[in-house]
């Protein structure tokens, strides 16, 4: 994987953990940030700032979506890997050949690329499966013909790949994979877990979090809320974004509230607090999605990063199961109706009742 933001992360973690549950002591696996394990310093700074940068500018990153798909062939991985990674390519399969694995389960379409180069430089037989992360839609790096499957999460993935050219006979269908700490029945009350933070048991809670790297419009609306005393308490989840973490704190020990607010950096606790949460506020990342959805938290999404991530949201809301705010007034209509209707305890019935949340506890093991 390449470690740009959680997304990638997160679904190799949850097959790691599935094979050494299914297989004890079998098989030596090893989850890596390909370009940074095989020393591509440089090119693994580009793809990781860019990122970064694409999260800050939704817009500009949704045309650059669709003008990936509109030059199809020119736009995938395998093209635009040896003209702009040479030094991941050249790093990346040199350290495949010492390796010498048997199966390559990658979730970036550049890791793919590398080892698929890696494969036909060398003479090599190791068989490479791609994970689309992206489980709605994707883009056109995502394409390669060359692989052995493309694995994606739903029957629309599959459709958006074979239209873009990935042949059918190598797109399977397969739940997202989750670590397996969020099916798992936590061994915390919900009143300890909300004291050792800070907050009042009493109250219902909002968790607020804009992913791994902290960046976008969450932070905003927190603030909002934290100001008009909204009575909930808030967990607000900055990640790695110091910044974010410095602002928000700054904010809870200057400004008087009657709102109790944690705020913390980078969480490695997600599923304890989803599981003493009532409501999120959140990017529309994968992993986030589904993590939320698995822990019965109905959602409002504020932002994403481009057009992949969007099929994400759209899923929640039209199967009323979260809300997409555009801008602040979309965001008072929905903090309003979940004040004074019964909507969230609906949304969670919505959340009990779809047919593929429930496929979800099993997906890494399948």
């Not at 030059?71 to 990674?85: D, E, G, K, V």
Request: one cysteine or more.
């Amino acid at each position: 994987m390449v470690e740009a933001g959680g997304g990638h992360r997160m679904p190799a973690l949850a097959i790691k953990d599935s094979i050494e549950k299914l297989f004890p002591n079998k098989y030596q696996i090893d989850v890596i940030d390909f370009a940074k394990e095989s020393g591509a310093n440089w090119d693994d700074k580009i793809m990781k700032g860019f990122w970064d940068w694409a999260l800050a500018r939704p817009e500009l990153t949704t045309n650059l979506n669709l003008l990936l798909d509109y030059f199809a062939h020119l736009t995938r991985s395998n093209a635009m890997t040896p003209l702009f990674f040479q030094q991941f390519l050249q790093k990346g399969s040199k350290y495949i050949l010492t390796y010498k694995p048997d199966i390559v389960f990658s979730t970036h379409f550049f890791c793919s690329s590398v080892v698929q180069f890696a494969r036909s430089r060398y003479g090599l037989n190791y068989k490479i499966f791609s994970y689309m992360t992206d489980p709605v839609r994707g883009h056109n790096l995502w394409v390669n013909p060359k692989v052995d499957a493309v694995i994606v999460s739903t029957k629309e993935a599959r459709e958006y790949l074979t239209k873009q050219g990935e042949p059918p006979n190598k797109v399977k269908v397969m739940s997202f994979p989750l670590n397996k700490k969020f099916f798992t029945p936590i061994t915390r009350d919900r009143d300890e877990i909300l004291t050792e933070l800070g907050l009042d048991p009493t109250k219902k809670t909002l968790l607020a979090t804009s992913g791994g790297q902290g960046i976008g419009e969450t932070s905003e609306y927190v603030k909002r809320l934290y100001k008009d005393n909204f009575p909930f308490n808030i967990i607000a989840v900055c990640g790695k974004n110091e910044e974010l973490f410095n602002d928000l704190t700054d904010l809870k020990n200057s400004v008087s509230s009657n709102v109790p607010m944690a705020v913390l950096g980078f969480a490695d606790n997600m599923h304890e607090l989803l599981d003493v949460s009532d409501l999120a506020i959140a990017k529309g990342g994968a992993s986030t999605t589904f993590e939320v959805l698995v822990k019965r938290v109905p959602t409002i999404f504020t932002h994403c990063a481009a057009l992949h991530e969007k099929g994400n949201i759209d899923f929640c809301v039209d199967n009323k199961m979260g809300w997409y705010a555009k801008n602040n007034k979309e965001f008072k209509i929905i903090i309003d109706d979940i004040l004074n209707t019964d909507i969230l305890e609906r949304y969670r019935e919505n959340i009990d009742n779809n047919e593929y949340v429930k496929t979800l506890p099993e997906a890494a093991d399948n």
